[in-house]
């Protein structure tokens, strides 16, 4: 019998007991319970044994938890586990001076379970056995609907940004290990090794992709679209993470999306928080309970193409050193004028740039489409002083990672999402809200700003801040400020018509409406962004950074600096035909 000391160290105790089993009494195999755990069926055992027999590449089984199925609980390891990680004796004391050899010894009493299952999880050694279910009477997963009962023992958690260092660690060790030569390896090569790991062979060329849907909508129809992008994925085992930032969803989502669960076991796993928490905080959730090799972010209304999921594994592969990596986010391309308007406004330019090849690396990516490599993630997350709806956070979420470009583009690893529900409104609020939030960059990254000339939005605040105290001198000033300030947005107008239907630049990218229909969509455009220049204005009041009027941040962040002089001259030759325009239109009214 082996006792310790508070904090209980069940994971050390474990590592003991399964030496003994193993070394004593030669075991292959060995599952790691609770003093308060039951198991189904009887004969579970056997269950275990077989399931072994079957299938030699596989180290790691998971028995199914009768509070959350699919979550890893209390799983079945081959003993050539010990073996790999090099086994410390059985005084079971020794092990908080040695390595450890069942996990790493800053696990005491929690997060074992889920860490061996990430661990064998990316060599394609582990499977979810739903045939047994095991019951934890006190302590196990804390599901927020179900009632839970303390565990006898004091909790010690484990730091995230550890488990994802020892997962890396041990990892590496695992594809090094002699039991992991190659999935090639024949059955009778690997027995002759040692009768306790009969023909355990381990993918070194396989990684864990987790996929994180953070969504307020949980529209099982669209994400049901989401879901089914994992099948036929090759050299990678890819789970779903959906996070419903919605704590009233209905009770017929809710059973769907459990339903969901048992359906795709150690596959998806959702949670929802207690509170509305908006969708960068979500993300942040998301991250916090991911310990897979790469992270791939959707957004809740994407529909992923066929061959999304493996487009982005491929390159994983291909660039094992890149931090990011952006797929293109296709809007509708039909030829509607409100379709129309907003690719030309570009607005949505970065939806699609990883699909120009001009662009093989970008700074940043939308969060419908990107992905990244979870290491180089080590203490970055989404900020909290952005809007709950969105709007720069992406942005400032990429720059953190690094200079800028910092993402690999995927051409292939394309997703398609439908122009928003509510039609126009919808189509000029999104602009709105993002320049709203972005307009926070200007603060958070100084050194990618520059002064340019006012623009059509901030001339007529200005005109109408000093129009405030000119009409004191100049009792005909606000009629004729009202009058004239429209024929600025109709300026604004013709130079987004001259620069969409003229220039040969435009047209050649463009081609989805032509004509008189493309004028049209040209004047709708220039509303468009005199939408989200708007946003961004009142996003600047509501902070109280009047200063930033006039500050414009670098889209591109630097790695094209001829852009920011080419924006400079733009906006500074707009200016002067809205003053001159301005002042002819005062002096003739």
């Not at 075991?27 to 790691?32: K, N, Q, R």
């Amino acid at each position: 019998m082996i006792s310790a000391p508070p904090p209980t160290p069940l994971c050390r105790i474990w590592e003991e007991m399964a030496a003994v089993a193993t070394q004593t009494y030669g075991a292959t195999a060995f599952v790691l319970l609770g003093d308060d755990t039951d198991l189904a069926p009887f004969d579970w055992t056997n269950t275990i044994t077989k399931a072994l027999d079957a299938e030699p590449t596989i180290s790691c089984l998971l028995l199914r938890d009768s509070k959350e199925p699919g979550f890893p609980s209390f799983p079945v390891l081959r003993a050539s586990h010990l073996d790999i990680f090099g086994h410390i004796g059985q005084d079971w004391s020794r092990a908080f001076t040695a390595a450890g050899s069942l996990v790493p010894l800053a696990f005491v009493n929690q997060d074992a379970d889920p860490f061996l299952s990430e661990l064998y999880r990316r060599v394609n050694g582990v499977r979810m056995l739903p045939e047994i279910t095991v019951e934890n009477r006190r302590g196990g997963v804390q599901v927020p609907s179900q009632n839970y009962t303390e565990p006898s023992y004091s909790r010690v958690p484990v730091p995230h940004e550890l488990i994802q260092k020892l997962l890396d660690e041990w990892s590496q060790r695992l594809r090094a290990s002699k039991y992991a030569s190659s999935i090639k390896a024949t059955r009778a090569e690997l027995s002759s090794a040692d009768h306790r790991h009969p023909g355990v062979t381990l993918q070194q060329s396989y990684i864990a992709v987790d996929v994180l849907i953070p969504s307020y909508r949980a529209s099982p129809e669209r994400l049901e679209q989401l879901l089914s992008a994992s099948k036929d994925v090759q050299g990678a085992s890819v789970k779903f993470l959906v996070q419903v930032d919605n704590p009233h969803v209905t009770t017929t989502t809710q059973a769907w999306l459990d339903a969901q669960q048992n359906i795709m076991l150690n596959k998806l796993k959702v949670r929802r928080n207690t509170i509305n928490m908006g969708a960068g905080l979500t993300r942040n959730t998301l991250l916090d309970n991911s310990h897979a090799e790469y992270v791939i972010m959707f957004d809740d209304d994407v529909i992923p193409m066929a061959d999304t999921l493996q487009a982005y594994v491929n390159a994983f592969k291909a660039h094992p050193n890149a931090a990011g990596f952006a797929g293109p986010s296709y809007l509708p391309h039909e030829a509607t004028l409100l379709a129309s308007a907003i690719h030309l406004s570009d607005v949505s330019f970065f939806w699609e740039a990883a699909a120009d090849p001009a662009f093989e690396k970008l700074p940043w990516a939308v969060t419908a489409n990107m992905a990244f490599k979870k290491s180089s993630l080590k203490g970055v997350r989404f900020q909290p002083n952005f809007p709950k709806t969105g709007g720069g956070e992406d942005i400032d979420f990429c720059l953190q990672i690094g200079k800028p470009p910092a993402l690999v583009s995927v051409p292939d690893a394309a997703v398609s999402h439908p122009l928003w529900s509510g039609g126009r409104y919808e189509a000029y609020k999104h602009p709105f809200c993002w320049a709203y939030g972005d307009g926070e960059l200007i603060d958070l990254h100084p050194g990618l700003t520059y002064r340019c000339a006012p623009n059509v939005v901030e001339t007529i605040f200005i005109t109408a801040v000093v129009g405030l105290p000119m009409s004191i001198v100049w009792s005909e000033f606000p009629l004729k400020a009202v009058t004239a300030l429209p024929l600025l947005l109709i300026v604004e107008a013709c130079f987004e018509i001259f620069r969409n239907c003229v220039l040969k630049e435009r047209l050649q990218k463009h081609r989805d409406v032509y004509g008189l229909k493309r004028v049209v969509a040209s004047m709708e455009s220039s509303l468009i962004r005199d939408a989200s220049e708007l946003g961004r204005l009142l996003g600047h009041l509501h902070r109280w950074r009047p200063q930033n009027i006039g500050k414009r941040f670098d889209w591109f962040c630097g790695t094209l600096t001829s852009v920011v002089r080419e924006e400079q001259m733009k906006a500074l030759f707009r200016f002067a035909s809205y003053v001159a325009v301005g002042t002819m239109a005062c002096l003739l009214i």
